[in-house]
């Protein structure tokens, strides 16, 4: 799979593997494969006397030994070892049927993702032609995935989390095809040199490529790489592909949209884009008093409170600072790591702390609007403040890129890249443990398991307040530079409601 995804890629994973960074973001999605896998463990084998090869600890060769002991016993067998025709395969589940008096194999990919990928395609295919290969005899070829209709009913009941798609008749006609992708792969892998392979788009689908760090490494310096461009899609990235273009100037300007246009210019001149004027009039057009409201919120892949379903959205967390006439701030923040479904707790304490009147700025609306909006569904009793709430939020992102960009956003317009432009005291890099929203997300669930320790439930929350908090006054102090505020004007008392 790896080879589908790069020849490069592949060649790496086998000769220099250390070189691998993965991001917070994929450590936090083979978190979920992991949890996602397990239950699927339970659910096909409810009789519980499947066996699960330990490919980790027993290494691959045993691994496939152990299988091949294993399929006498006609049980359910995770992670099952085959090794044939130049290719090693480990099937989530093999389960065995018997149809008519024939004995034969079920094999079952489980994966994560709310939907069929053309990669899950793969990887069956893959699986298929290997266990084949090594005279299985195959019956039936599946992927599993979550079904977000599902609902937990409570009480471990898991049955329908997982909806299964037959890929049996595609996976067993492309044998031909694996067959091809195998042996292009072995002479990869033999090879004592790397593939040379320029990044591209390869680098993000499927999957987001661990080698990219070092692989921008080994490529020629560029001046301003194109990457520093903005939401590149269509058109612009098969241009882009065709003529293999690194460098951001080579980059005609008519492709190119008005925002990728400016960061275009002030990356070359090194120069920083400020409508004042327009930042300052549209700022100002908002009603008083100036709210500014940050959210971290939860998905699980597997729901864990009854009524719920998969990758559900849950905010459990707050922080809000308010602009009082005087100009000092008020401060309030609201957490909830009971382990309970927080949605009620956050909303209620959303509505106290919110003002009545005036404008809540947040960065990139669209998030906060939706979970507003699935509160005001939830709690019928709370919609008129909820919707009020909705109604007076104001994108403060979207008035910062129309107005501003500094080259060392580096075509971005994440808080953490725009607040150190516009401030040399408020920094995510002093932050200690929970750093960005992955992080906060790992950190909760880590929290709300019965089994973590009081003392690191208290440093988790700790670390938590100290993000959020972080969070919203970025964006006091980024709308304070907008209508040409000091930072110094900050001065915060807080409160939880
Ligand atoms: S970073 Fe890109 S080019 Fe390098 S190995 Fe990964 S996918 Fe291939």
Redesign the pocket.
């Known amino acids: 799979m790896a080879f589908r ?2 020849p ?2 592949l060649w ?1 994973e086998v000769h220099q593997p250390s070189l691998r960074e993965d991001s917070a973001a994929t450590e936090a999605k083979f978190a979920v494969g992991d949890l996602v896998g397990e239950l699927a463990r339970q659910l096909y084998d409810p009789e519980d006397n499947g066996v699960l090869v330990q490919v980790m600890e027993e290494g691959p060769d045993a691994g496939v030994a152990r299988t091949e002991a294993l399929l006498d016993k006609r049980v359910p067998i995770f992670e099952a070892g085959f090794q044939a025709a130049g290719a090693r395969a480990f099937i989530d589940i093999l389960r065995p049927v018997k149809k008519s008096g024939q004995r034969s194999w079920e094999l079952i990919e489980v994966k994560s993702s709310t939907s069929l990928k053309g990669n899950h395609r793969d990887d069956v295919a893959i699986q298929a032609y290997v266990a084949q290969q090594a005279h299985l005899n195959l019956s039936a070829v599946k992927v599993a995935h979550i079904d977000t209709s599902f609902i937990y009913k409570g009480q471990d009941h898991y049955d329908g989390l997982l909806r299964e798609i037959d890929l049996t008749h595609e996976a067993l006609n492309r044998f031909d095809e694996v067959a091809q992708w195998v042996n292009l792969a072995q002479e990869i892998v033999a090879s004592e040199n790397m593939p040379f ?3 591209g788009a ?2 993000r689908s499927p999957h987001p ?1 661990g ?2 760090k070092y ?1 921008r490494t080994q490529e020629a310096p560029v001046a301003y790489s194109v990457d520093l461009l903005p939401r590149v899609q269509g058109e612009l990235r098969r241009w882009m592909q065709a003529h293999q273009t690194r460098e951001l100037s080579e980059v005609p300007d008519e492709k190119l949209t008005p925002v990728q246009l400016r960061v275009k210019k002030c990356t070359l001149s090194n120069s920083c884009f400020f409508d004042r004027a327009g930042a300052k009039s549209e700022v100002l057009s908002y009603s008083k008093p100036h709210t500014f409201l940050d959210f971290e919120a939860v998905q699980l892949a597997v729901p864990i409170w009854p009524g719920t379903h998969p990758y559900q959205m849950f905010p459990f967390q707050f922080s809000l600072h308010i602009r009082r006439q005087d100009g000092a701030l008020d401060h309030h923040e609201f957490m909830d790591l009971s382990g309970a479904e927080p949605s009620r707790a956050f909303a209620e304490a959303l509505v106290r702390a919110c003002p009545t009147t005036g404008s809540i700025f947040v960065w990139n609306a669209s998030f906060e609007l939706a979970r507003l909006g699935a509160l005001a569904q939830q709690f019928a009793d709370l919609k008129p403040s909820l919707s009020d709430i909705q109604d007076r939020i104001v994108d403060l992102l979207k008035i910062v890129e129309k107005c501003y960009y500094h080259p060392e956003q580096r075509g971005s317009w994440k808080l953490k890249r725009v607040l150190p432009t516009l401030s040399s005291v408020l920094n995510y890099d002093h932050l200690e443990g929970v750093k960005d929203g992955y992080m906060a997300v790992l950190a909760y669930v880590e929290a709300i398991q019965p089994e973590t320790s009081f003392e690191r439930r208290a440093q988790i929350e700790q670390e938590l307040f100290t993000y959020c908090r972080l969070d919203s006054l970025a964006l006091v102090t980024i709308l304070n530079a907008m209508v040409n505020h000091s930072e110094t004007e900050l001065l915060v008392s807080s409160s939880r409601p």
């Open positions: 995804q790069c490069r890629r790496l392979i320029l990044t390869q680098c490529c080698f990219v692989c």
